[in-house]
């Protein structure tokens, strides 16, 4: 099931949109099964589990950080993510410098939008972005590749579309201002429901797990 669901997610999925396998919660022995079908990107949302699949996993893919990431497992993380798309705050991002310059590794980041205004989500409000942005770009050890959103988890994916539209904005912007050191290339937005709908609005990275995988046992 797992192989016939990323072959056709990979055969659909426009020229230039790349696929992040959400792994959250699945087995090491089901993400080897998506490696194997052709996944190039992994997701995860937590280190430990990350490390039990990389055991199994290890270089053969990118590995990229999709969940919310505490100052006190930045070092970890480091020795196992190509990149963390959820950078939103300087406190967090002073830990990622840090750490990456020990390891003498530079860590592409996207800063993490709450383009929702959720209170109980995490990311930087829209209006507050280019600030953080600037800085940042401050740091030698940390490079910014673009932008993340996750937008509000609707039933109906049109729902998810005017989070998807004001980050794409943003990401425009932003990219006009031609910050020092600053690369505008990704656009992380979209998972299983809203994909399609972020695509449409621009997105040119989607994180999908449930239509990979199936449905989670547990979260």
Known sequence: MIEENVKRIL??????????????????????????AGIKILGENYVQEAREAFELVGRKVKWHFIGHLQRNKVKKAIEIFDMIETLDSPELAAEIDKRCSQAGKIMPVLI???SGREKQKFGVLPEDAEVLIKTVAEFKSIKIKGLMTMGPAFGN???????????????????????????????????????????????????IGTKIFGPRSYD
Not at 18 to 36: G, N, S, W, Y
Not at 175 to 190: A, H, I, N, Y
């Open 11 to 36: 055969g659909e999925l426009p020229a230039g949109v790349e696929l992040v396998a959400a792994a959250k919660t699945r087995t090491p022995e089901d993400i080897l099964q998506a490696v194997e």
């Open 157 to 207: 994916p049109e729902d998810a579309r005017p989070y998807f539209i004001k980050t794409k904005k943003l990401f425009d912007k932003i990219k006009t201002l031609d910050f020092p050191g600053v690369e505008m290339k990704c656009l992380s937005m979209g998972m299983t429901n809203s994909y399609r709908v972020a695509i449409e609005e621009g997105a040119n990275m989607v994180r």
């Open 112 to 114: 993490e939008i709450n």
